[in-house]
């Protein structure tokens, strides 16, 4: 309801808001917690491009994880073994993820459904192999370690080593990336991708170029999945073969059936209770990921649209009764 | 050389002995369902778990091999008529919904029976000779087995009623109700049938490999290879493809290191889903 037409206004005063409490948060929260949302933001980040390519899209894509693994490497291999500078490097971790996704896309988006799935999975597979062999430029398993130099645009300078600092640039970037995808989900042609999920067949028919379109879906979800490897590289200092693995895609999959597919805010939201759930847990529990997967059935079953389409349902209700 | 070989094709048929169980379960249940089943691996592995239990309990691999899977067949009941069954007219839903499933079966189990991997031993310690090295008789066992159950499951397709039923639902679902045949129980037994080969699997490859909550993600994938390169519902398809590409890698691995043989394989893999969707040996 609040995310439809002429309801911008409530929009921006929500995110405004949501944004001010977040600049504040550090005053009042230790370290621990500064670092603890940092990631959380980047795996919003992570899950907002994933909804893009799955839930406005229609293509459940298993593959991300290539894209954010291509990331994390990019700005932890350029800063490490190239001394490039932060900036640069960050830039990089969103051209070459979309130049990846432009060729796996141009593969894959000639399949459908299930086949679809299965050949996302494979690609990421294979990065992950070679992620996993190719030691001496990736680290393999072990990974590999960085201290970024901070990062400059003109006279402006953050210091990434410093958590609070690491803290502001990632939010800032994340809230500039969903304002971008919001905005650009409400151009024609995000329309266009959402008529490609609702009948691709029908959108053809009108004269679209259904490919193409899913082309560029997978290509600027790539893209800014391999922001968010940048960013979470960053982040932890660190990059290894793991992040390549295809199940990392899978955080994405919870997060965004968890808020809500096809919505931004969604996903955002899913990924803050999955992961506050998760941090609260592991006091009792070694294995967080139970409740996780409990949590996924448990919403495809009984709420498909996830907690936004449960809110918007309930507004609705209340409309009509008032 | 010539005694590195022969074991290495051994190997390579062994495995893709059980392989081929795994990714007949998996491809019947794509077959009739037309869901993938992304629990697969898990369940898998659950068949593995529940052996271990039980042979430490009986002391007997045998009794285990029995009754593993007809447990791990009551979970498949469970997440058929529980889950499934709700959600089963979309598919992309279900790759979702099972890969859930996954994630709870696996950290279940990492909770109960913990990470480290364990030890099954093979009940039969025997090894025969082959040229310069010892092969384990148990392997040898593993692989008829395998094929006794295979021929089994052929002679159940082929000749029962239920099979029958099985291959009418898969050529024309629509039809098969016209003709009263109970569809959604035909749907809830080859979801258990396919669950329990799984677990079967996953007892005889336990002397083989070491049992673990994460043994079954790779298996799981390769399953997935298996029955696109086979074609998915072509059963025959994937017992070919499962021996063919487990050969292929067993083979492989003794000329050039494992890692690039698997990118080959994936690559591959890759072609004839772009190429051939309907796999190399379907229609």
Redesign the interface.
């Given at each position: 309801m609040f995310l439809q037409k002429g309801k911008s206004f409530g929009f921006i005063l929500i995110f405004a808001l949501i944004l001010l409490v977040l600049i504040a948060l550090p005053f009042s929260v230790d370290l621990f917690y500064q670092t603890f949302l940092t990631e959380l933001f980047v795996w919003i980040l992570f899950a907002i491009s994933f909804d893009l390519i799955f839930g406005y899209t229609g293509l459940?894509s298993f593959g991300q994880a290539l894209f954010f693994g291509l990331g994390s490497y990019t700005v932890t291999i350029l800063i490490r073994k190239f001394g490039l500078n932060t900036e640069l490097s960050l830039l990089l971790s969103i051209v070459i993820p979309i130049l990846f996704a432009w060729f796996v896309g141009y593969?894959s988006v000639?399949?459908t459904?299930?086949?679809f799935?299965?050949?996302t999975?494979?690609?990421a597979?294979?990065g992950n192999?070679?992620g996993?062999?190719w030691t001496s430029l990736t680290g393999g398993a072990d990974g590999l370690t960085f201290s970024p130099p901070p990062f400059r645009l003109g006279f402006f300078q953050i210091n990434l080593m410093d958590i609070k600092g690491n803290y502001y640039f990632v939010l800032t970037i994340v809230a500039i990336s969903f304002l971008f995808l919001r905005r650009m989900i409400q151009s024609p042609l995000g329309k266009v991708f959402i008529s490609i999920r609702e009948n691709d067949e029908r959108a053809r028919l009108i004269g679209y170029n259904v490919q193409r379109y899913k082309l560029i879906a997978f290509m600027i979800a790539g893209g800014l999945s391999g922001l968010a490897g940048g960013l979470y590289s960053l982040t932890l200092k660190y990059a290894s073969a793991g992040y390549l693995h295809?199940?990392v895609s899978?955080h994405a999959?919870?997060y965004t059936?968890v808020g809500g597919m096809g919505t931004l805010i969604g996903p955002a939201l899913g990924a803050a209770i999955v992961m506050s759930l998760e941090h609260y847990l592991i006091n009792f529990?070694?294995?967080?990921?139970?409740v996780?997967?409990?949590?996924?059935?448990f919403m495809?079953?009984v709420a498909?649209k996830g907690l936004v389409g449960l809110i918007q349902s309930r507004l609705k209700r209340g409309k009509t009764s008032a | 050389m010539i005694s590195n070989l022969t074991v290495a094709i051994l190997n390579g048929v062994v495995w893709g002995l059980i392989m081929a169980l795994i990714a007949l379960g998996l491809n019947m249940i794509f077959g009739l369902l037309h869901i993938?089943n992304m629990a697969h691996g898990a369940l898998y592995m659950l068949g593995a778990v529940v052996a271990w239990y039980f042979i430490e309990l009986t002391g007997s691999f045998w009794i285990a091999l029995i009754i593993a899977p007809l447990c791990v067949g009551v979970i498949g009941l469970i997440i058929e008529r529980g889950?499934i069954r709700?959600?089963e007219d979309k598919?992309?839903?279900t790759?979702?919904?099972t890969?859930?499933?996954?994630?709870?079966?696996?950290?279940?189990v990492?909770?109960i029976f913990g990470g480290s991997p364990r030890r099954i031993a093979p009940p039969i310690a025997y090894r025969f000779p082959i040229f310069t090295l010892q092969y384990p008789l148990m392997r040898i066992m593993i692989a008829l087995i395998s094929i006794g159950l295979m021929s089994g499951l052929w002679i159940f397709l082929r000749k029962t009623k239920y099979g029958l039923w099985m291959r009418a639902v898969v050529q024309d679902r629509e039809m098969a109700v016209g003709l009263g045949i109970p569809v959604n129980k035909v749907y809830m037994w080859t979801f258990v049938l396919g669950s329990a080969l799984a677990a079967f699997s996953g007892v005889l490859a336990a002397p083989i490999v070491s049992v673990e909550f994460m043994m079954g993600?790779d298996v799981l994938?390769m399953a997935?290879?298996i029955v696109?390169v086979g074609g998915m519902g072509n059963l025959e398809g994937s017992v070919l493809a499962a021996v063919m590409i487990s050969l292929i890698q067993g083979i492989g691995s003794l000329f050039v290191?494992p890692?690039?043989a698997?990118?080959f394989a994936?690559?591959f893999?890759?072609i004839v889903?772009?190429v051939r969707?309907q796999g190399l040996f379907g229609e």
């Open positions: 459940l593969f000639r399949l459904g299930i086949h799935v299965i050949i999975i494979i690609f597979i294979i192999v070679i996993d062999t295809w199940s899978g999959v919870v059936i529990l070694q294995a967080t990921d139970l996780v997967g409990i949590a996924l059935v495809v079953l498909p | 993938i889950l709700k959600i598919p992309i839903i790759i979702i919904c890969f859930g499933v996954m994630l709870a079966v696996q950290q279940l990492l909770m993600r994938i997935f290879i696109i290191p890692s690039i698997t990118i994936l690559a893999m890759i889903l772009l969707p």
